[in-house]
Protein backbone atom coordinates (compact mmCIF):
# COMPACT_ATOMS: atom_id res chain seq x y z
CA UNK A 1 0.00 0.00 0.00
CA UNK A 2 1.47 2.94 -0.77
CA UNK A 3 1.29 5.84 1.79
CA UNK A 4 -0.09 9.26 0.80
CA UNK A 5 1.84 11.97 0.25
CA UNK A 6 2.72 15.12 2.64
CA UNK A 7 1.15 18.24 3.01
CA UNK A 8 4.34 19.60 2.41
CA UNK A 9 5.09 17.87 -1.44
CA UNK A 10 1.39 18.62 -2.31
CA UNK A 11 2.24 22.27 -1.47
CA UNK A 12 5.31 22.36 -3.43
CA UNK A 13 3.65 20.58 -6.46
CA UNK A 14 0.75 23.30 -6.25
CA UNK A 15 3.20 25.76 -6.38
CA UNK A 16 5.22 24.29 -9.26
CA UNK A 17 1.90 24.32 -11.16
CA UNK A 18 1.57 27.96 -10.26
CA UNK A 19 5.20 28.97 -10.80
CA UNK A 20 4.52 31.55 -13.54
CA UNK A 21 1.67 33.90 -11.24
CA UNK A 22 4.28 33.95 -7.93
CA UNK A 23 5.31 37.23 -7.57
CA UNK A 24 7.98 36.68 -4.20
CA UNK A 25 9.60 33.47 -2.82
CA UNK A 26 11.88 34.98 -0.26
CA UNK A 27 8.84 34.20 2.92
CA UNK A 28 9.65 30.51 1.80
CA UNK A 29 12.09 28.74 3.93
CA UNK A 30 15.76 28.03 2.48
CA UNK A 31 14.96 23.45 1.82
CA UNK A 32 11.74 24.31 0.42
CA UNK A 33 12.77 27.16 -1.65
CA UNK A 34 15.65 24.45 -2.91
CA UNK A 35 12.64 21.46 -3.31
CA UNK A 36 11.23 24.09 -5.90
CA UNK A 37 13.61 24.79 -7.50
CA UNK A 38 14.78 21.02 -8.12
CA UNK A 39 11.61 20.23 -8.97
CA UNK A 40 11.31 23.35 -11.30
CA UNK A 41 14.10 22.22 -13.37
CA UNK A 42 13.03 18.67 -13.33
CA UNK A 43 9.49 19.69 -14.90
CA UNK A 44 11.67 21.83 -17.26
CA UNK A 45 9.64 25.06 -16.63
CA UNK A 46 12.64 27.34 -15.26
CA UNK A 47 12.33 30.24 -17.81
CA UNK A 48 14.08 33.98 -17.54
CA UNK A 49 10.92 34.96 -15.04
CA UNK A 50 10.89 32.66 -13.07
CA UNK A 51 14.87 32.31 -12.81
CA UNK A 52 14.76 36.26 -11.85
CA UNK A 53 12.33 34.28 -9.17
CA UNK A 54 14.60 32.35 -7.41
CA UNK A 55 17.89 35.04 -7.74
CA UNK A 56 15.43 37.32 -6.27
CA UNK A 57 15.41 35.13 -2.89
CA UNK A 58 18.87 35.69 -2.43
CA UNK A 59 18.88 32.43 -0.49
CA UNK A 60 22.69 30.92 -0.73
CA UNK A 61 21.25 27.79 -1.22
CA UNK A 62 19.47 28.71 -4.25
CA UNK A 63 22.72 30.84 -5.56
CA UNK A 64 24.94 28.33 -5.28
CA UNK A 65 22.64 25.86 -6.81
CA UNK A 66 22.22 28.75 -10.03
CA UNK A 67 26.17 29.07 -10.03
CA UNK A 68 26.68 25.27 -10.03
CA UNK A 69 24.61 24.10 -12.73
CA UNK A 70 26.09 27.34 -14.99
CA UNK A 71 22.62 28.72 -14.91
CA UNK A 72 22.84 32.38 -16.45
CA UNK A 73 20.34 34.95 -17.13
CA UNK A 74 20.71 35.65 -20.89
CA UNK A 75 21.01 39.45 -21.44
CA UNK A 76 19.31 40.99 -24.71
CA UNK A 77 20.81 43.38 -26.22
CA UNK A 78 19.30 46.80 -26.71
CA UNK A 79 18.68 47.84 -30.28
CA UNK A 80 18.66 50.77 -31.24
CA UNK A 81 14.53 51.56 -32.65
CA UNK A 82 15.78 54.68 -34.84
CA UNK A 83 18.39 55.60 -37.25
CA UNK A 84 19.03 59.08 -37.69
CA UNK A 85 21.82 58.28 -40.58
CA UNK A 86 20.17 57.77 -43.92
CA UNK A 87 21.33 54.84 -46.01
Known amino acids: MRTPPSLLSL????????ISSISD?????????CDLFLKTL????????V???????GKDE???LIEALNIRQIHSPVLPTR???KF
Open 11 to 18: SIDSALLN
Open 25 to 33: LSPLPDHII
Open 42 to 49: SAGKLNEK
Open 51 to 57: LKLFIAT
Open 62 to 64: VLS
Open 83 to 85: CSE
